[in-house]
């Protein structure tokens, strides 16, 4: 047995708005043939949930047309354990503001079936955050489905140094027990430290800060999505006068930013009971954050002690306690940098 997990919502937190040729105002998502573009999708909110998923032939990838291969360990709410499972389809949606229009990044919403039926959508997962409320439009899609399990994994690569107090410390020596500097001007206890080892190519190829470019005193390496602090005149004006939280890979694209793909990467991790800002190599970033999409991330090892320290994540909200800062989405990024996302 070979477990994997990916984050899913329920289908029905995605409905139809207005009718389409196949669907009615208020059906659920259902997958790409039935969905042709220009469908207009309702997001309701609802818990997302971590499924555990028993995939005996490709490990890495949460195939289409391969539903024997994959049988549901602990589907939670979302759907009965011993279910046969595909990732059925993909469906590409954009936000749509106040006056119908398409704004920012294309999302892509990965459709889950069950039981060798195409129709029969139990569940999706989404590339980015969908916002309770909002509409979005469908731009595209593709019949295969095919899919990644690991989406997201936050946090600094060995080397890094951590301000502990007085002296700074590798991150790679900290474990549970030990008293981080946080801004509040206090140091806390950390309650959870691990590591996750991923291919260093591809999305997962860390994001490296030049010495200087974020107030770093040494260059830094860390993974895409590690959420950095950033206040500046944009950010001023746009975000009342408070710090922000941008994604690395955002930053990309500035002088002295680039990918810094390898082979393998070890990245390294450590969480407070709530979340904090720390110091690494001089600047400000963020410690983890047990969110359900960060933790899918993580090697199934990492996961199970962090269940096993913390049982009320297992069913996991999408914010399990609040952000010490906004976090920016791709487009509020390129306005407050001045960059293209990659």
Same mark, same amino acid.
């Given at each position: 047995m070979v477990e994997r997990t990916i984050l899913a919502a329920p289908s029905a937190a995605l409905t139809v708005a207005f009718s389409s040729p196949f669907l009615a105002p208020g059906s659920s998502i259902i997958n790409n043939s039935s969905s042709p573009n220009g469908t207009i999708y309702n997001f309701n909110g609802g818990l997302s949930e971590i499924?555990?998923?028993?995939?005996t032939n490709n490990t890495d990838v949460f195939d289409d047309d391969d539903r024997f291969n994959h049988i549901v360990v602990d589907g939670?709410?979302? /759907?009965a354990n011993g279910?046969?499972?595909?990732?059925?389809?993909?469906?590409?949606?954009?936000?749509?503001?106040?006056?119908?229009?398409?704004i920012g990044d294309e999302i892509t919403i990965n459709v889950y079936s069950q039981n060798g039926q195409t129709s029969n959508i139990w569940g999706f997962s989404a590339t980015d955050f969908l916002e309770s409320g909002k509409q979005y439009i469908k731009v595209g899609g593709s019949n295969n489905g095919d899919s990644n399990y690991t989406e997201l994994v936050p946090c600094f690569a060995a080397g890094t140094m951590i301000k502990?107090?007085?002296?700074? /410390?590798?991150v790679e020596t900290i474990s549970r027990g030990d008293r981080i500097w946080t801004q509040s001007h206090r140091r806390r206890m950390v309650a959870w430290a691990g590591s996750t080892t991923v291919n260093g190519r591809g999305k997962f190829a860390p994001v490296r800060f030049e010495v200087g470019v974020l107030g770093n005193s040494e260059p830094l390496l860390v993974s895409p999505n590690h959420r950095m602090l950033h206040f500046s005149t944009q950010s001023h004006l746009l975000f009342a006068d408070q710090p922000v939280l941008i994604p690395a890979r955002f930053f990309v694209g500035l002088s002295g930013v680039e990918r810094a793909p390898q082979d393998l990467i070890t990245y390294y991790h450590f969480m407070f009971q709530g979340h904090a800002i720390v110091e690494a190599n001089g600047c400000l970033t963020e410690s983890f954050y047990p969110g359900a999409q960060a933790l899918t991330g993580l090697e199934q090892a990492c996961r199970q002690e962090i269940f096993e320290l913390f049982p009320e994540l297992k069913a996991l909200p999408e914010e399990p306690f609040p952000m010490i800062a906004p976090e920016l989405r791709s487009y509020e990024a390129k306005v407050v940098l001045g960059t293209q996302v990659d």
């Amino acid at each position: 047995m070979v477990e994997r997990t990916i984050l899913a919502a329920p289908s029905a937190a995605l409905t139809v708005a207005f009718s389409s040729p196949f669907l009615a105002p208020g059906s659920s998502i259902i997958n790409n043939s039935s969905s042709p573009n220009g469908t207009i999708y309702n997001f309701n909110g609802g818990l997302s949930e971590i499924i555990t998923i028993d995939d005996t032939n490709n490990t890495d990838v949460f195939d289409d047309d391969d539903r024997f291969n994959h049988i549901v360990v602990d589907g939670g709410t979302l /759907v009965a354990n011993g279910t046969t499972v595909e990732s059925e389809s993909l469906i590409v949606l954009r936000e749509l503001d106040g006056d119908g229009n398409p704004i920012g990044d294309e999302i892509t919403i990965n459709v889950y079936s069950q039981n060798g039926q195409t129709s029969n959508i139990w569940g999706f997962s989404a590339t980015d955050f969908l916002e309770s409320g909002k509409q979005y439009i469908k731009v595209g899609g593709s019949n295969n489905g095919d899919s990644n399990y690991t989406e997201l994994v936050p946090c600094f690569a060995a080397g890094t140094m951590i301000k502990e107090g007085r002296k700074q /410390v590798p991150v790679e020596t900290i474990s549970r027990g030990d008293r981080i500097w946080t801004q509040s001007h206090r140091r806390r206890m950390v309650a959870w430290a691990g590591s996750t080892t991923v291919n260093g190519r591809g999305k997962f190829a860390p994001v490296r800060f030049e010495v200087g470019v974020l107030g770093n005193s040494e260059p830094l390496l860390v993974s895409p999505n590690h959420r950095m602090l950033h206040f500046s005149t944009q950010s001023h004006l746009l975000f009342a006068d408070q710090p922000v939280l941008i994604p690395a890979r955002f930053f990309v694209g500035l002088s002295g930013v680039e990918r810094a793909p390898q082979d393998l990467i070890t990245y390294y991790h450590f969480m407070f009971q709530g979340h904090a800002i720390v110091e690494a190599n001089g600047c400000l970033t963020e410690s983890f954050y047990p969110g359900a999409q960060a933790l899918t991330g993580l090697e199934q090892a990492c996961r199970q002690e962090i269940f096993e320290l913390f049982p009320e994540l297992k069913a996991l909200p999408e914010e399990p306690f609040p952000m010490i800062a906004p976090e920016l989405r791709s487009y509020e990024a390129k306005v407050v940098l001045g960059t293209q996302v990659d």
